[in-house]
């Protein structure tokens, strides 16, 4: 899990973010977090490709829709603080591109 403080960064940002925490979601299963996600229009942040790949493959599969999935591969962004500034960029990079009912893997900016 990223930490808050990526959500508030996102915030200040401009961008409606919210913790899975804030969501009131904390333990909930991969496809509850998906579909509340999906119900209110929000993308959803994610490491997991496995599970959530196949949740939303799931989903289109059944005729249903969602606002996107970006994954965030632990192998390119650190999951500390530090870490922020580069996921944060990826992020605005994301936003110009159309993820409804897309995954989108986040990249690292070349410098």
């Known amino acids: 899990m990223y930490p808050p403080a990526l959500a508030e960064a996102l915030?200040?940002?401009g961008i409606d973010a919210a913790t899975v925490a804030e969501r009131?979601?904390?333990g909930r299963s991969d496809p509850d977090v998906f579909a509340a996600g999906a119900a209110d229009g929000y993308v959803v942040l994610t490491e997991n490709v496995a599970d959530f790949?196949?949740?939303a493959a799931e989903r289109l599969t059944a005729g249903g829709h969602?606002?996107?999935v970006l994954m965030a591969l632990s192998s390119r962004f650190s999951r500390r603080p530090s870490g922020i500034p580069k996921?944060?960029?990826a992020i605005r990079?994301?936003?110009d591109e159309q993820v409804q009912?897309?995954?989108v893997y986040?990249?690292?900016r070349s410098r």
């Open 93 to 95: 990079a994301a936003a």
């Open 87 to 89: 996921i944060l960029e």
């Open 11 to 13: 915030r200040a940002d």
């Open 53 to 55: 790949a196949r949740i």
């Open 24 to 26: 009131g979601l904390a």
């Open 66 to 68: 969602h606002p996107g």
């Open 101 to 103: 009912d897309r995954l």
């Open 106 to 108: 986040l990249q690292q």
